[in-house]
């Protein structure tokens, strides 16, 4: 972990925004007050969200976040423009914002993107410096994203599904959606939310501008398969699994959600092969790790 007085002293005290203020922003939070205890030295932190009262999507909210706050970690997603929308107005707006506050080079600026980026790789191994083919409109908006903030000079970390004790796809299965079959299936990609959050942290002070790092797991498992451990650790029935053309029927009437479907679209094996340039060793390494600790933390 991460100690404040291993921060070079010129950002002891920094006034650093958490843009977008969810489950990895409280993390964030809930690990640096850990280390810190009240320490007189510790950079000050602002929580950013619509509840703590910023509208990011209205200019004057953007330009008083920039004028009070020296460092940004951006978790904030694009704003939905719709299918056609390719760009991400939100993320616009806050690089203006910064850009009419002054002092780049100043400032530390980590965005947190997605390894939806890379599209269809055809379950292939993908890296940092492979071409980015996605099609799906939110993943557009997310490259128009990262081409702001690297302007902006912004480590880039580039997150695939998220994953945690209390964020296992229980309720899925449960609900026995279907899953594709092994001759149909896609490759999936996970971080736990806590190194995720640790990650973001670090990259704010070891990160370089314009720097694209994937934060993902060793392990790398197909979808279904996926289900099926989470399914057997707790004792739950394993879901169906149909073919892609069955998967885009059940779509067809209404009986999965187009964007649960559009997870399935894609399939790679993301590779986190600049993790060491940030020097933080993954708490959890695969993704049974996480699978086993919930089961832990909920004997039946």
């Not at 950002?11 to 489950?23: E, Q, Y």
């Not at 399914?231 to 169906?240: T, V």
Request: proline share 6%; charged share 25%.
């Amino acid at each position: 972990m991460i100690q404040s007085k291993a921060l070079p002293s010129r950002f002891r005290r920094a006034r650093i925004a958490l843009v977008g203020f969810g489950d990895v922003g409280q993390r964030i939070l809930a690990q640096r007050t850990a280390v810190w205890q009240a320490s007189p030295k510790a950079p000050m932190i602002l929580a950013v969200a619509r509840r703590t009262g910023w509208d990011l999507d209205q200019a004057p909210a953007a330009r008083r976040l920039a004028a009070r706050t020296q460092h940004w970690i951006v978790l904030v997603p694009p704003a939905d423009g719709g299918p056609q929308q390719t760009l991400d107005v939100r993320s616009i707006r806050l690089a203006q914002a910064l850009e009419r506050a002054g002092s780049p080079r100043r400032r530390r600026l980590v965005y947190i993107s997605t390894t939806g980026v890379y599209g269809d790789y055809a379950g292939r191994a993908v890296y940092e410096t492979d071409p980015l083919k996605t099609h799906q409109p939110r993943s557009l908006r997310r490259v128009n994203a990262e081409k702001v903030w690297r302007s902006s000079r912004a480590h880039i970390l580039r997150v695939p599904g998220i994953a945690a004790e209390d964020r296992l796809p229980l309720d899925r299965i449960r609900r026995m959606h279907p899953a594709l079959r092994p001759e149909d299936d896609v490759y999936t990609n996970h971080i736990h939310a806590d190194d995720l959050a640790r990650l973001a942290w670090v990259a704010l002070w070891r990160g370089r501008p314009g720097r694209v790092t994937n934060t993902v797991m060793r392990s790398h498992l197909r979808m279904g398969d996926y289900f099926d451990l989470v399914a057997d650790a707790f004792g739950l029935p394993r879901c169906p699994r149909v073919s892609r053309a069955e998967l885009e029927a059940a779509v067809g009437r209404g009986e999965i959600s187009p964007m649960a479907a559009s997870f399935m679209q894609d399939s790679r094996r993301v590779q986190g092969t600049r993790l060491s340039e940030l020097r933080v060793a993954l708490h959890y390494e695969r993704i049974e790790d996480v699978i086993q600790s919930a089961r832990s933390a909920h004997p039946q």
